[in-house]
């Protein structure tokens, strides 16, 4: 589907979803869009995303720590915050590995 270097988009996701299920563009759009908007709205309720056979979306909550700005030396506060990561399944790792 995608080449090497390129990029996936949710347009390209929409197309796949209007060949292989026969839907409309804009319905294969509606779809991709639908489901974003539910994992963005579950993660932003704190919740963490798994996609059984491609991988998981965790929200980790960081606590302050003091940083050092790389140029100067001088100490900063970093404050709080919330991050995700993401983390592969095993067949997707294994598929990656494959090329």
């Known amino acids: 589907?995608?080449?090497?270097?390129?990029?996936?988009?949710r347009a390209d996701l929409a197309e796949t979803i209007n060949r292989k299920m026969g839907l409309s563009?804009?319905?294969s759009l509606?779809?991709?869009e639908s489901i974003l908007a539910h994992m963005c709205d579950a993660m932003?309720?704190?919740e963490n995303v798994k996609i059984s056979g491609f991988g998981s979306f965790i929200?980790?909550?960081k606590?302050?720590?003091i940083g050092r700005n790389p140029k100067t030396g001088v100490e900063v506060p970093i404050t709080?915050?919330?991050?995700m990561t993401f983390r592969a399944s095993q067949l997707l790792k294994e598929r990656i590995a494959k090329g």
């Not at 995608?2 to 988009?9: D, F």
């Not at 709080?80 to 991050?83: A, E, K, Q, Y």
């Open 1 to 9: 589907m995608s080449r090497s270097g390129s990029t996936l988009t």
């Open 25 to 27: 563009r804009a319905e």
């Open 30 to 32: 509606d779809l991709v």
């Open 44 to 46: 932003g309720n704190g």
């Open 59 to 61: 929200l980790r909550d």
């Open 63 to 65: 606590k302050e720590r």
């Open 80 to 83: 709080p915050r919330r991050v």
